[in-house]
Every structure is written in C-alpha cells, then in structure tokens.
T-cell receptor
Framework: LAKTTQPISMDSYEGQEVNITCSHN???????ITWYQQFPSQGPRFIIQ???TKVTNEVASLFIPADRKSSTLSLPRVSLSDTAVYYC?????????????FGTGTRLQVTL | GAVVSQHPSRVICKSGTSVKIECRSL??????MFWYRQFPKQSLMLMAT?????????EQGVEKDKFLINHASLTLSTLTVTSAHPEDSSFYICSAFATENYGYTFGSGTRLTVV
C-alpha cells in the first residue's frame, strides 16, 4: 500500500481557508485518495475522495495534480469545530476490501 | 449513508477479566470488517481483518489468542479482549467495507480502561 506523508500539525484562525497537503509518491493506477476527519474519542469520519483533478463537496475540496503523487485537502472558512486530526489515505479500488494504512495524520488546531 | 454501530462506547474492567466489543453494520452487509487500536496522540494501528464465516487474520505482533474475533454474520463482528491487563487499555475502532459502494465506514470507537 502507498505510504502517505502529511504535516504533523497545523494552526489556523477561525474563518481562514486551510490547505493540508499529502504526498503519496507510490500511488498505484487504481488507487483513490481519501481523507478522513477524526475528533477525540471518535472514529474517523469520511470527508472526501478523489482520483484526479478536483473534487468538491459541501464540506471540502480535494485537489489532485496530474501525476497524482500528492493531494491537497482544502477546508474553506474553518471554524472552531473543525479542530481535529485529518488523515490522508490511499485506498485501492479493487472491488474487494483492502487493509488501510493510516499515517500520522495532521492535527489541525483552529483558534479565534 | 452507511452506518456502523460500535458498542459499548466505553468500558472499564478489572485486570484479568474479558471484554467483548460489538461492531454492527446497520444498513449494509459487510463481508469484511477491520479492527484497529489507537493509543493517545497516535494514529490508528490495524490489528486484524475479520471475514464473515472464516477465521480472522491478524497483523504481526497481535496475539490472536488474546484478541478473539468472531464474524458470524454479514452485519456483526465482535472483538473479545481476553484476560485484559492495564496495557490493553486503549481506543478500539472497527471499520466495515461495503461492497455496494466499495466504501469504508468506521465505528465510533470503544474506550477500554483496564484497572
């Protein structure tokens, strides 16, 4: 499975846009990039998933360059409630379950 | 969307006793479920893969006789921590794979404290 690398922590003020970049140099052709959010004492929650270019949903955008060796999660106008750990995962799209490897994640702290 | 229910959310047990944690997929069938363990300020570590109707496969370093996994139906997997000790205190999280949309959904986790 492709290993991911992302910053350990980030700080932001409320109302700012936050961009978290993840590198996955060994991503395979059939791998998708998926981001999860985790609050303390809770399980990870799916945020967004993409294969290439740009994906946007109601909570975030995901930017993936043509070589797919990295991706950037963009959180528009963060609030205090966005304080959490964000994990970038490379997920094989094989139609069967695969073991998911969690990296360090990025601990985002949002303050006033 | 897909929902995974994990129970209990927190449990305190005495050293030497066993604890069972349940993981249920509420609105989809999950032939495969995963069990993770997470220590404070650390990432999720995969413990084992649970397949319906067959034996679980464990990651290196995880004692299969200590962490018993049963996946008797397409919607339920259980993890039993046997003869628990304080070092087993951790946050345990399950995940279910939905074949319908190839997605992975996580349970809310179980905080186990062994005293």
């Amino acid at each position: 499975l492709a290993k991911t690398t992302q910053p350990i922590s980030m700080d932001s003020y409320e109302g700012q846009e936050v961009n978290i970049t993840c590198s996955h140099n060994n991503i395979a052709t059939n791998d998708y990039i998926t981001w999860y959010q985790q609050f303390p004492s809770q399980g990870p929650r799916f945020i967004i998933q993409g294969y290439k270019t740009k994906v946007t949903n109601e909570v975030a955008s995901l930017f993936i360059p043509a070589d797919r060796k990295s991706s950037t999660l963009s959180l528009p106008r963060v609030s205090l409630s966005d304080t959490a750990v964000y994990y970038c995962l490379v997920v094989p799209n094989t139609g069967t379950a695969s073991k998911l490897t969690f990296g360090t994640g990025t601990r985002l702290q949002v303050t006033l | 969307g897909a929902v995974v229910s994990q129970h209990p959310s927190r449990v305190i047990c005495k050293s030497g006793t066993s604890v069972k944690i349940e993981c249920r997929s509420l609105d989809f069938q999950a032939t495969t479920m995963f069990w993770y363990r997470q220590f404070p300020k650390q990432s999720l570590m995969l413990m084992a893969t649970s397949n319906e109707g067959s034996k679980a496969t464990y990651e290196q370093g995880v004692e299969k006789d200590k962490f018993l996994i049963n996946h008797a139906s397409l919607t339920l997997s259980t993890l039993t921590v046997t003869s628990a000790h304080p070092e087993d205190s951790s946050f345990y999280i399950c995940s279910a794979f939905a074949t319908e949309n190839y997605g992975y959904t996580f349970g809310s986790g179980t905080r186990l404290t062994v005293v």
